[in-house]
């Protein structure tokens, strides 16, 4: 007697609901979400800072930008390492050492006054970057699957959650009190953060042990950094500049050689076979178009709300004001998160992704005729603008991990996991590279609120600066839709 079961019910590879306990631990789950929200504000407190840089620590603006370049870098790089080492030795242990070092880089650079350690802080607090990944991972050893959706789209909402806090919690402390204290701030949150998820946060009960790749991790910091650096340098360096073409080159090379590593080694840092697995492909490639459109949004509308009303579409707000208008786009984004997880659970999760990227177009759309129309730019409008897209977020941002997880074993979620958050970052890069370059070559020059002259993005740097977001968004439709539905399995009936 057979009866068929789908695959996230029961399969050898992912646990049933009674391989976990029914009860939902609603605290650590909390504590885990908590966590995220502090790391992601790690990404966007940095931003009301960068013009005061340079006199705070008597350093060039150039060298000055690195404050947020290395922890990108080290954010990217970290991420799919400390996945695979969460699967291999303890997820929770991963997530521990990562709030540390959030602590500490919060700390060292709450005591810096000048660059190099202030360097070294936010370098640790790159570190960190990791915990969303790892916390989703986690989820899946600790939740029941009925409940494992809507967990798991909370945590990937923190993310958004974090980064529409970030500007304005940065800019009233900065502001208000001194930028030394936003770190102290910053150092206490990962602390108590920490401390929670040893306190509430079980062991995996799945580890796969083993010898770490130490050779594949150095070949994946290299390979990173050849193709991250350049893409947040390369307005600065010179787009055909040798460094920045030498350092393409030298990414592939080593992408290569490190490809060629990872094949051949018996216990490898990202297994390359599962990773080149259609489901998980495409959902890796949907992600760096949703990662795209989604930093578009960060570096878009803050730039029009700021600029002075002497400009086109200027609104002439200061940065506290500005970020407030754009805060409601992550409690937005929270909300669809969980809706994400009801629509995955009836129509499954490649729908629920392009119904995210579909929104997220349509935020896009609502811009463009914002901009392009006779319709006057307000405050309100943007506001409009930014929820649609953290809506967008909220559903494709829980549906990622949901596919991921449906595609590898229980005992690769932190390394799969890991570099689905990884393929995110790159899309950012992408979206600040190109944006940035779209926005750089339109600026204009107006008279700013004191009578300065002041250069802003034109209306047409933001038009095509959209359109190319937009674009990402179909791509991103188009992606999802092509994803394979997982087989139902026969199973013997005993």
């Not at 960068?50 to 930008?65: F, G, H, R, Y």
């Not at 803050?302 to 004001?321: E, Y």
């Not at 999760?349 to 392009?354: N, Y």
């Not at 977001?469 to 394979?484: E, F």
């Amino acid at each position: 007697m057979s009866a068929i079961q789908r695959p996230e019910e029961s399969t050898p590879d992912r646990p049933s609901d009674h391989a976990v306990a029914d009860d939902h631990p609603r605290l650590a789950v909390t504590v885990l979400c908590a966590a995220g929200i502090v790391v992601a504000l790690m990404q966007t407190i940095i931003v009301p800072l960068i013009p005061q840089l340079p006199s705070l620590l008597d350093a060039a603006p150039a060298n000055t930008s690195w404050a947020l370049t290395i922890t990108l870098l080290m954010g990217a790089v970290i991420t799919p390492i400390g996945g695979r080492l969460g699967d291999m030795y303890g997820k929770r242990l991963m997530l521990v050492s990562s709030m540390g070092m959030v602590a500490a880089g919060s700390v060292v650079s709450a005591m810096s006054t000048s660059l190099a350690p202030f360097l070294v802080g936010r370098a640790l607090q790159g570190l960190g970057f990791g915990t969303i990944a790892l916390g989703i991972s986690v989820m899946r050893d600790i939740v029941p699957p009925r409940h494992l959706g809507a967990s798991v789209g909370t945590m990937s909402a923190s993310l958004g959650i974090g980064g529409a806090l970030g500007l304005p919690f940065a800019a009233a402390i900065a502001q208000h009190v001194s930028w030394h204290a936003l770190f102290w701030a910053c150092a206490a949150a990962a602390l108590i953060g920490g401390i929670g998820i040893a306190l509430t946060v079980p062991s995996s009960p799945t580890r796969t042990g083993g010898r770490f790749d130490t050779l594949g991790a150095i070949g994946l910091a290299a390979m990173l950094t050849c193709l991250l650096l350049p893409l947040s340098k390369g307005a600065t360096w010179g787009w055909d500049s040798p460094l920045t073409l030498g350092l393409f080159a030298a990414f592939v090379v080593v992408a290569i050689g490190w490809a060629l590593h990872e094949r051949r080694h018996t216990n490898a840092l990202i297994d390359l076979a599962v990773a080149a697995e259609r489901p998980v492909l495409l959902t890796n490639i949907a992600s760096v178009t949703v990662g795209f459109a989604f930093y578009s949004m960060q570096l878009i509308p803050i730039q029009l709300l700021m600029a002075p009303t002497s400009s086109q579409d200027g609104l002439g707000m200061d940065m506290l004001g500005a970020a407030l208008i754009l805060t409601p786009s992550g409690l937005v984004m929270f909300v669809f998160s969980n809706i994400s997880a009801r629509m995955t659970a009836a129509f499954g999760p490649r729908v629920s992704l392009a119904v995210g990227a579909v929104v997220l177009g349509i935020g896009y759309i609502v811009f463009i005729v914002t901009i392009a129309g006779p319709f006057e730019v307000t405050w309100w409008l943007m506001m409009a603008v930014a929820s649609l897209i953290g809506a967008g977020l909220g559903i494709a941002y829980s549906a990622m991990p949901a596919l991921i997880m449906r595609a590898v074993r229980v005992e690769q979620t932190g390394e799969a996991n890991g570099v689905n958050a990884l393929m995110r970052v790159v899309g950012t890069s992408l979206s600040a590279a190109v944006v940035g370059m779209i926005l750089t070559a339109s600026m204009i020059t107006v008279t700013g609120d004191g009578g300065a002259p002041v250069e802003v993005p034109s209306e047409t740097g933001y038009l095509w600066a959209s359109v190319f977001s937009l674009v990402a968004c179909v791509v991103a439709t188009v992606i999802a839709l092509s994803i394979p539905s997982p087989h139902p399995m026969a199973v013997e009936d005993i």
